[in-house]
């Protein structure tokens, strides 16, 4: 129970590179500034013996990975996970039940293809067109002939790590030949080498442009197979020949009222505070596409990160005491965030999802059973349902 009288504290588990990237220390003066307590968490040690922890902030996706082959990794988010079943008042900045949808692409894109059908494609939004390669039995040729348009991107299935950002533009069906599954193949969208990389921080969220890939001509064509690493075309300082610009024909960036609708949807859709998402904009038809989301990514370019991490913190942890101050008069307990998205999901016009995925659901039995095989976390389409 968090005492209203205690020096809230916070948690962080993130590594040192992680850190120096986004200035964390402009953070953690912020809070002790404010009068919190900020703690770096070992989580080779026992949890509880470092403090009490009100918020805790992460980035364990190496962690989550290596957990799938490895024992010791595996106790680690164990522990982490005992904590917080230990302390229904943490909160956790972000869910595990949620990283795990965006460590595996066939899941986020299964979530985009959720949220994405519920617009009916009112919305202008779309996620583009996509097929999961799971073994190297599927017959590729078939699922593209019916399923995609050429040029053709391939993706790994894992969405984390340093494999998980080499990729492949396929422009005909002798390049199917080459993929190497788990992974995903989805029909490339021309949008003038021009990315928009919109960064999430709680209720707040920032559009940054990015360079891309460029243009290629649609249909199938007798070029080769392009080999590549995502981190050398899109990063703001990338200059790599595949992210030429033809020059703009004048596709606007997406508009203020389209990017909110993504971040809300996704924002209820995985109850997530720290999270980035891939938006380009089809030459042909103006559509805004979502490619790619992101737990906790790099926020370069957006100045204002720790000031904006700060607010979010500051409201979540009033929101715990206002909680804790209500449900110490009454019976109820209060619902940890780490369900809040997906609660205020059901209620979002759904199937409460609660129904479906009650705590001791999504817990005990991923972290016991199989938290490291990136658990298959069914997004049945009944149980989702927002607006895009
Ligand atoms: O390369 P960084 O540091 O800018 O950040 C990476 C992000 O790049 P960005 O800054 O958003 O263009 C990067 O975004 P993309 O996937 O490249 O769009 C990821 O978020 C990456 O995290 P992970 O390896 O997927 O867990 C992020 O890596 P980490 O910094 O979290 O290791
Ligand atoms: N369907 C697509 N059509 C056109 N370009 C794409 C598509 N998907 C990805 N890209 C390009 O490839 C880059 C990397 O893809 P992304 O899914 O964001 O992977 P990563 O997680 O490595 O960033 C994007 O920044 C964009 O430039
Ligand atoms: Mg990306
Ligand atoms: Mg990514």
């Given amino acids: ?22 200035g964390f220390h402009v953070f953690e003066e912020l809070c002790r500034n404010h009068g919190y307590s900020v703690i770096d968490i070992d989580l080779t040690q026992p949890i509880s013996s470092q403090g009490t922890f009100d918020l805790i902030i992460h980035k364990i996706s190496d962690l989550l990975v290596e957990a799938g082959q490895d024992l010791a990794s595996h106790h680690l988010v164990q522990r982490l996970q005992v904590y917080l079943d230990t302390h229904p008042y943490t909160v956790l900045l972000d869910p595990l039940p949620a990283l795990h949808i965006l ?20 919305s202008g939004i779309f996620s583009p067109p996509c097929v999961e390669l799971v073994t190297k039995n599927c017959d590729v040729v078939t699922l593209v002939r019916t399923r995609l348009t050429f040029p053709l991107i391939c993706k790994t299935r894992l969405a984390h790590g340093p494999r998980s950002h080499q990729m492949s533009l396929i422009f005909n069906e002798g390049g199917l030949s080459e993929v190497k ?5 989805q029909s490339f969208i021309n949008h003038n080498a021009t990315l928009y990389k919109v960064f999430v921080v709680g209720s707040q969220h920032f559009v940054v442009q990015r360079p891309s890939l460029r243009n290629f001509p649609l249909g199938e064509t007798d070029q080769s197979t392009i080999f590549f690493d995502s981190n050398q075309v899109s990063k703001a300082e990338s200059c790599s020949y595949l992210s030429e610009a033809v020059p703009s024909t004048g596709v606007a960036a997406p508009s ?53 991490l700060f607010s979010h913190v500051e409201k979540v942890l009033n929101i715990g005491n ?17 369900h809040a998205g997906l609660q205020a999901l059901g209620s979002f016009r759904g199937t409460r999802l609660s129904e479906q995925w009650p705590r001791q659901t999504l817990s005990p039995k991923i972290y016991k059973k199989d938290i490291t095989r990136h658990p298959y976390i069914d997004l049945r389409a009944q149980a989702v349902s927002t607006d895009w």
């Fill in 181 to 185: 599954p788990p992974c995903v193949l």
């Fill in 103 to 122: 460590l595996d692409r066939f899941q986020s894109y299964r979530l985009l293809h959720t949220l994405e059908s519920y617009s009916q494609g009112s």
């Fill in 322 to 338: 206002k909680a804790s101050a209500t449900s110490s008069e009454s019976s109820e307990t209060h619902q940890p965030s780490e």
């Fill in 256 to 308: 203020d009222s389209v990017v909110n609708q993504v971040v809300q949807g996704l924002r209820e859709a995985l109850g997530m505070s720290l999270f980035g998402v891939d938006l380009i904009v089809d030459t042909k038809t103006g559509r805004v596409a979502v490619i790619d989301v992101n737990a906790f990514p790099g926020y370069d370019g957006v100045a204002g990160f720790c000031s904006a």
């Fill in 1 to 22: 129970m968090p005492s209203l009288q205690r020096r809230k504290t916070i948690g962080l588990c993130l590594n040192e590179k992680k850190k120096r990237k986004l």
